[in-house]
């Protein structure tokens, strides 16, 4: 292998490590539900979904995500009760996939670009390089949905939903710190405006 083509290696690593950073957040919600009266919560019953796989810790991740949800929501002046006298219920899935994105390359794409004239107008076009080599981007990528459900109507009210690939290397800090900023983007949405 070349050294250049170590270099591009290199430099693509450290751009495909720095994608990792980014947390995509989405929410919806009953545009009937009436937020505004709505004061206090309770943590659904049962057991939360997704920590049956085998690649999620439960014992770490179900503390960590209740407690980061009770410091957004009492932020927002939330207080919890008991499932009977709580006026919404929370619930969350957490889930990991293994994804294939766009491709990446060694190499440059292109060698050489060619440049014509023709009646006057300049044409250019680029000349593939036969030397660069593709590669799958496969990762994986992890998501947290919270769910508002009002207990009258048993229906879902509210759902925010973030999504991020998984660094492999992180360490349980930078994890946890991950996962606090999920929940706190997440619930940045709710109740919505």
């Not at 209740?66 to 009977?84: C, D, F, M, S």
């Amino acid at each position: 292998m070349s050294s250049f083509q170590r270099i591009g290696i290199v430099t693509l690593l450290v751009l495909l490590s720095g994608c990792t950073n980014q947390i995509q957040i989405t929410s919806d919600y009953d545009h009937t539900a009436r937020f505004d009266a709505w004061k206090t919560y309770a943590w659904a019953p049962g057991t939360q979904t997704g920590l049956s796989d085998p690649r999620l810790n439960a014992a770490y991740i179900d503390p960590q995500v209740r407690a980061n949800v009770n410091r957004e929501l009492a932020a927002k002046g939330y207080v919890q009760q008991t499932v009977a006298t709580a006026d919404f219920l929370v619930s969350y899935y957490v889930s990991i996939e293994d994804k294939t994105g766009k491709e990446y390359v060694s190499g440059p794409i292109y060698s050489a670009y060619a440049m014509t004239y023709q009646d006057g107008e300049m044409n250019s076009a680029a000349v593939r390089n036969p030397n660069a080599v593709s590669y799958p981007n496969i990762y994986r990528a992890g998501t947290v949905l919270l769910r508002i459900t009002n207990p009258q109507t048993k229906t879902s009210a509210w759902h925010g939903i973030a999504q991020a690939r998984l660094a492999d290397n992180s360490s349980l800090t930078q994890k946890q710190q991950r996962l606090k900023n999920a929940i706190h983007l997440i619930l940045d949405n709710f109740p919505p405006k």
